[in-house]
């Protein structure tokens, strides 16, 4: 009887979605919690004498923050970063697209894309100054570098792959070229896209980091490669904590944005 | 079938990696590991001709080439080499881990340039762009230093790293001023002559490289230590009194083979320059060398503290140089 019981209550929150949605923010602090205890033990054995605690990286980080070096050195790695993203997200989707529409575009472009995605992007970094000094320009290619192949991957393998029935389903309804094109490839394919284009932003934090260290040390990579040089660790583990914390917090807005905008059906789930 | 050899090649995969993994162990216990935070080039042909000798005189050593002179001096604390070289002054007082410098290799030898067409001295910098190498670098200590020397306030400091890319972008025109080193600096001057003016740097001494270990290795492994300092020391005295040593020992002892036979001339150059400037240490450093650098590298933000109250004793371990320059006498 008991035994029935339990399963009941079991079932009933299984099936009750708030009250695991309560838990599930329980069980995500729970989480950062448990992240941040291991950091501080770590910090206090210490596994290494460049290694600060938990407690020493945050002060460091408010710190940093109140003196606005922080957000300074974020004002000049936002530019190169922002710049680098958005023209990598409108090229990278017109390219996949068309080189998915297009056969010989993808004979031509494709490769290239393959061939960058595979390649270690941080060896090519030293070229791109060869060819383009040390100032924005580098930087922003820095980006699109590492952003662009997966956004065009992405998107191009979406269109290929876009549900048959469906197609055939527009044709017989006597849909144009057009239609075809903007009511059934491109929502059906839009998953994937958002997918290659949330690769891609994150991508595109590593460029502007990669940019920042190896090219010239400004914004955010100025910070790590100053407190390192001062051996101040918690301030150059607080900088870095801060572009971590900033790229994810920017994959889920991005994701929240796709859901409410963009995918109505998923809404809910 | 394919289950069985998806695992076999997953075994071998597995295997190849261990294998692959394990020349990367621990090296042999005894080699004295020092460690480059830089890949060696002409100016470290007097440190490589006083390992090789050392070496002669029967000390096993293992040379470790890093990116970086940071990566240098963590190594050292976290006991993957035991010889460093550099000026891990800001290390030493903030980690407060126990490592000492304990014999200086040379001085410092940067060189302002300006293009000729904008500027000619010092008081034309007055509140004009300069780039040098990162914040809080030598360079940027040199160029401060020389400022408040002359009177002037520098404009905007912008960062480039790395003295070739200075200078390319000095060629360039990029760049207005800047400060580079001498292997640049005589580049700059060859690649286009009278363009450019080097502006004077007068009273400034601070250590460029020196060796450092942890004080801990310093006690225990005294002789070895001696030696490699000794020779430093003589190695630094024959380059000094003729420049020409440096490329005899450099073919002595085939050091730096991929600059091929072009290499001489430019080594004896250098050489011959660095002499005369008195950039090599001949007594290997120590209390002198310490309170210049206390100076400099406080002026470079480098040191906290007041230079004056700054203990030798904190940052140097002169015991080797001593014992070699009781050997070898004072030059």
Not at chain 1, 60 to 82: E, I, M, N
Not at chain 1, 99 to 109: F, I, N, S, V
Not at chain 2, 8 to 27: D, E, N, R
Request: net charge negative; with cysteine.
């Amino acid at each position: 009887m008991e035994n029935s019981l339990r399963a009941e209550r079991g079932a009933v929150s299984l099936a009750s979605h708030s009250g695991w949605r309560d838990q599930s923010i329980l069980l995500r602090f729970m989480s950062i919690a448990l992240f941040a205890g291991a950091w501080e033990i770590a910090g206090r054995i210490p596994v290494s004498f460049a290694f600060p605690t938990f407690s020493d990286t945050m002060v460091a980080f408010v710190k940093l923050v109140a003196d606005g070096s922080l957000p300074t050195a974020y004002l000049s790695t936002l530019q190169p970063l922002l710049l680098g993203v958005v023209l990598s997200a409108f090229l990278g989707v017109g390219l996949g697209t068309l080189c998915g529409l297009w056969r010989a575009g993808e004979w031509l472009l494709i490769p290239v894309f393959i061939v960058l995605q595979a390649a270690p992007v941080a060896a090519f970094i030293p070229m791109v100054t060869f060819i383009y000094g040390i100032g924005m320009t580098a930087k922003t290619l820095a980006v699109m570098i590492l952003a662009l192949p997966v956004i065009v991957l992405n998107t191009y393998k979406a269109v290929r792959n876009v549900n048959e029935s469906l197609l055939v389903m527009c044709r017989s309804f006597l849909g144009t070229r057009w239609q075809t094109v903007a009511k059934i490839i491109l929502p059906d394919a839009s998953p994937v896209i958002f997918a290659g284009l949330r690769l891609g932003v994150a991508a595109g934090f590593v460029g502007v980091v990669l940019a920042e260290l190896l090219i010239t040390p400004t914004g955010i990579g100025d910070l790590i490669t100053f407190h390192r040089s001062r051996a101040d660790y918690a301030e150059m583990y607080a900088t870095i904590g801060s572009i971590i914390a900033l790229s994810t917090l920017t994959l889920i807005v991005l994701q929240w944005i796709e859901i409410r905008l963009f995918r109505p059906e998923k809404r809910g789930a | 079938m394919t289950k069985l050899s998806r695992r076999t090649v997953l075994a071998i995969a597995l295997a190849a990696t261990i294998g692959s993994a394990m020349p990367l162990g621990p090296a042999h216990a005894g080699n004295m590991r020092i460690a480059f935070g830089d890949l060696p080039g002409i100016e470290s042909i007097q440190t490589l001709a006083a390992i090789e000798r050392a070496k002669e005189r029967g000390v096993g050593v293992e040379l470790i080439i890093l990116n970086d002179e940071d990566l240098a001096a963590q190594a050292i604390v976290g006991g993957q080499a035991d010889v460093g070289i550099g000026a891990p002054y800001t290390l030493i007082q903030k980690v407060g881990v126990p490592i000492r410098l304990f014999a200086q290799i040379s001085t410092l030898r940067f060189f302002p340039v300006v293009n000729s067409e904008s500027y000619k001295s010092w008081k034309d910098l007055d509140g004009q762009e300069v780039a040098v190498q990162a914040r809080g670098s030598g360079t940027e200590a040199v160029m401060l230093l020389m400022a408040k020397a002359n009177g002037i306030t520098l404009g905007k400091i912008s960062y480039v790293p790395g003295s070739e890319v200075r200078r390319n972008a000095l060629i360039q025109g990029t760049l207005k001023a800047s400060i580079v080193d001498a292997a640049n600096r005589r580049a700059l001057e060859a690649e286009a002559p009278g363009k450019f003016t080097v502006l004077p740097v007068d009273n400034v001494s601070a250590s460029d490289e020196a060796l450092f270990a942890t004080a801990d290795y310093l006690k225990s492994n005294a002789a070895d230590v001696d030696i490699l300092v000794e020779e430093l020391m003589k190695t630094g005295r024959e380059i000094t009194e003729n420049p020409a040593v440096a490329v005899e020992l450099r073919n002595k002892y085939k050091l730096l083979p991929d600059l091929g036979a072009d290499g001489d001339k430019e080594i004896e150059e250098y050489y011959k320059e660095t002499a005369e400037a008195g950039s090599l240490a001949l007594n290997g450093g120590g209390t002198d060398a310490a309170t210049g650098d206390f100076a400099f590298f406080s002026l470079a933000g480098q040191i906290e503290g007041d230079p004056a109250t700054l203990k030798v004793d904190d940052f140097w371990d002169v015991s080797a140089i001593d014992r070699a320059v009781a050997k070898l006498g004072k030059k």
